[in-house]
């Protein structure tokens, strides 16, 4: 399992050079999915509910239309990015059709 230790600057800025897309910002970590349709974007939102169960790790989700706004943050660790975060973001590339 992932570790909720907080990660140091140059840690994300690490994950970040292999997550296409995402920036640190307010401590957590955060990507914009523009998909084709509403429907779509609900299907995307529940395919990472899954990922999401099997770390026992939720993020941040705001959706509009097509739009998915993803934060992740790690709430027992202070509110930083972790492991966890950095993980459950690797998943998300690993599956998104975007």
Do not use: C
């Not at 910002?25 to 974007?41: C, G, I």
């Not at 169960?53 to 989700?61: G, K, S, V």
């Not at 739009?67 to 998300?92: F, K, M, P, S, Y």
Request: proline share 3%.
């Amino acid at each position: 399992m992932p570790s909720r230790d907080p990660l140091s600057d140059d840690a994300i800025q690490d994950a970040l050079s292999d997550l296409d897309g995402w920036r640190h910002e307010d401590d957590k970590l955060k990507k914009t999915f523009e998909l084709s349709h509403f429907k779509e974007a609900m299907s995307f939102i529940v395919r990472l509910s899954y990922h999401a169960e099997e770390l026992n790790h939720h993020p941040e989700i705001k959706n509009v239309y097509n739009t998915v706004d993803i934060a992740l943050t790690t709430h027992d660790a202070g509110n930083q990015v972790t492991e966890l975060d950095t993980a459950l973001a690797e998943r998300i590339e690993a599956f998104s059709w975007v």
